[in-house]
């Protein structure tokens, strides 16, 4: 997790802005003048223009590409290619899991060379250690990182992963598995390849994470669009300031909504005020 | 379900051939007469015409496109097109999972008109409903399907889908949820638009399932290279003979490795081996 503390650093921002292209997110226009592949395109690479000197990461969200097919999927090339050349670490929102070769696939995708070739991508535990090592070891193999799902920040999430497992939730059960197969991978920094995903809407659960699992960085959705705050985001943070980068996509993304004007300008007043927040919350 | 069930019934084979291109289950020659993903299509539209008359469905896995990037996914939707043209029941491997917005946009991805227009799609529970609902209302329009991953075949299945949820395992718990969500879905032949994953290396556990869940229909990985056979896959059919397809992946497309000869013969031969072991057992 070292490349991505440090790019953290540089940026004095904690902050991961998720590339999220739907046609609602869309300012005016965009699908009037281009055909949604190339709409998504200028979006996506408008918004890391507008985002690369504040953030020090961002998201993209595999499901809205893919739901243009292929050439949703080549402008998901082309946006992490840009975003990496820019400077950007770039997190695959993929939510993958298989088994066997089948991981082995899944990994080579987004982690390997070609393709979707990022620094990190999130994974989905259901499938255990299987479903989570070969995108681990891809990922260790080029000082890369694996965000497992721990706690999802959806309303639903209490329904498998809330229930009482031996006295803790499954959602524990997981960090735990987490923190066992991440364990021979803890960087300069303190923190291991493998994090968790962990939602900003239950700030208890957060609170708990941090104290029992110090050597996992957290990946936390729910800031802002999702109702979340810097307060409640500084409980995922170490005494250092540390071991954890919070998300944003609607908020930043479609600031044009609320702010007004251009989408770029909105994106990058949204993202200074979200550092500022930050900032202030972990001072 | 009422569709996979008529053409189960046409065909007289419960069997889904798996699609999983990689470079080791492709004949010798083909990577080198031929880039990758050419070498892809051919080989899935080859196996697609010589298995069309004898099995009711395939069952592409996303995971092996997807390491070829855009160009890879652009071979998936040739192969899923050239599938359903020959009057095949298409099963996209994809195990998706997301919220929201974003869980719809994976939806009309996998089930939608454009993309990747498969008739049904396997999903991750792990997100609760909200990761399931999108797909199931998808394919719920359209006649269409969505398999929850339930109990999975690999050896890590048990870290976290066996872990004692209130006197039953958590796989139990991902199977009443599906239940639940897909109960008002049953179709003329009394089986639910969302039915489960479930392993062959688990018989015990898939009788306990058929048992329990009289309205959900099973896709059963593990047939052949896994280690299960016709008599373990019997396990998982109703007293009609209906209620489960049985995959088969690596048995059927990597025929040409044990039979010799060449890979579409192979193949046709395998999977006419498969349909009268499974025959037999259901007799």
């Known amino acids: 997790m070292d490349k991505l503390i440090e790019k953290i650093s540089e940026k004095g921002n904690p902050t991961v802005a ?14 009037d003048r281009l055909p949604p592949a190339e709409a998504y ?10 985002l690369a000197d504040i953030v020090p990461a961002v998201k993209p969200q595999a499901a809205c590409y893919e739901a243009l097919g292929s050439a949703g999927m080549s402008v998901l090339e082309k946006t992490i290619t840009c975003a990496r050349e820019a400077g950007l670490y770039v997190i695959g929102d993929a939510k993958r899991a298989d088994i066997g070769s089948t991981a082995e696939a899944y990994a080579e995708a987004w982690l390997g060379d070609g393709a979707f070739s990022c620094d990190a991508v999130t994974v989905n535990p259901y499938l255990g250690s299987d479903g989570i090592i070969p995108f681990l070891d891809a990922a260790k193999s080029r000082g890369g990182a694996v965000f497992a799902l721990v706690k999802t920040s959806n309303p639903s999430s209490s329904e498998l992963q809330d229930i009482d497992a031996g006295g803790a939730p499954l959602w524990m059960r997981a960090a735990e598995l987490a923190e066992k197969l ?14 968790a995903v962990t939602g900003l809407t239950h700030p208890a659960d957060i609170r708990a994470l941090r104290m029992r699992f110090p050597h996992m960085f957290f990946l936390v959705p729910g800031y802002g669009a999702q109702g979340g705050g810097a307060s409640e985001a500084a409980l995922a943070f170490d005494s250092r300031g540390l071991g954890a980068i919070i998300n944003s996509s609607r908020a930043i993304m479609c600031a044009w909504k609320s702010r007004g004007g251009d989408y770029k300008t909105a994106a990058r007043a949204e993202a200074l005020a979200m550092r500022d927040s930050l900032r202030d919350a972990l001072s």
Chains 1, 2 share one sequence.
Do not use: N
């Open 41 to 50: 395109l200028e979006f996506s690479l408008g918004l890391i223009d507008a």
């Open 182 to 195: 991440g364990g021979d991978s803890i960087g300069i920094h303190g923190y291991s390849s493998l994090g």
């Open 18 to 31: 998720g590339l999220d292209p739907r046609p609602s997110h869309l300012p005016p226009g965009f699908l």
